[in-house]
Structure formats: structure tokens, C-alpha cells
């Protein structure tokens, strides 16, 4: 069975910067990265990392966020830089592993203008 332990949300003003973080617990994931759904909107993907370190962004984080990953830690980072009102979501810890997905319970982060 495979838990997420989710940190760094928050609240932070336009501009701003947050730093989000998932410790798996268990085996190494070969996809670990991080989800987001703001109220209204589906659920969307903002970014991944693989094992080997390649990397998938949304469009509209790339340049501002960056994933990184600790595998002897079995953790994920999301750096999350230049935050706008339209960031504000409730982001999902998300890891994949042979034929299963994971979900983590989410962090709210709320970017004020």
C-alpha cells in the first residue's frame, strides 16, 4: 500500500512563492508529479517526473514551477515561483506504479491578489 504525506500549501500573495512536497511511502514510483482542480474546473495536470528525471509541464506553469524528486527518498518537490490568482487550486500528490495509480488527500494553495 502506498501513502503520501502532502506539505507546503498555503496562502501567499500574488507574485509570491510556494514550495510543495509528497514523501511516498513504500517502493520507488516510476511517475511521481502533482495535480490540480480549482472549484468549477477539472482536475488538471500541472506537472510530472519519471524515475529518470524527464519531466511534462502545463503549459501555462512552464517557466514559473519546477519538479524535482529525491528517489532514495521516494519524495517529490514542486517549486512553485511568480504564483497568480489563477494557480489557486487544491493540488494533488499523484504516483503511478506498474498498473495503479495514487492519489494523495491534497493541499489547498491560495494565491491573493
Known amino acids: 500500500q502506498v501513502q503520501f504525506v502532502e506539505s507546503g500549501g498555503g496562502l501567499v500573495q500574488s507574485g509570491g512563492s510556494l514550495r510543495l512536497s509528497c514523501a511516498a511511502s513504500?517502493?520507488?514510483?516510476?511517475?511521481m508529479g502533482w495535480y490540480r482542480q480549482a472549484p468549477g474546473k477539472q482536475r488538471e495536470l500541472v506537472a510530472t517526473?519519471?524515475?529518470?528525471?524527464?519531466?511534462n509541464y502545463l503549459h501555462s506553469v512552464k517557466g514559473r514551477f519546477t519538479i524535482s524528486r529525491d528517489n532514495a527518498k521516494n519524495t517529490v518537490h514542486l517549486q512553485m515561483n511568480s504564483l497568480k490568482p489563477e494557480d489557486t487550486a487544491v493540488y494533488y500528490c499523484?504516483?503511478?506504479?506498474?498498473?495503479?495509480?495514487?492519489w494523495g488527500q491534497g493541499t489547498q494553495v491560495t494565491v491573493s491578489s
Open positions: 499523484y504516483a503511478n506504479w506498474g498498473r495503479n495509480d495514487y
Open positions: 513504500g517502493r520507488l514510483l516510476y511517475v
Open positions: 517526473i519519471t524515475s529518470g528525471t524527464s519531466t
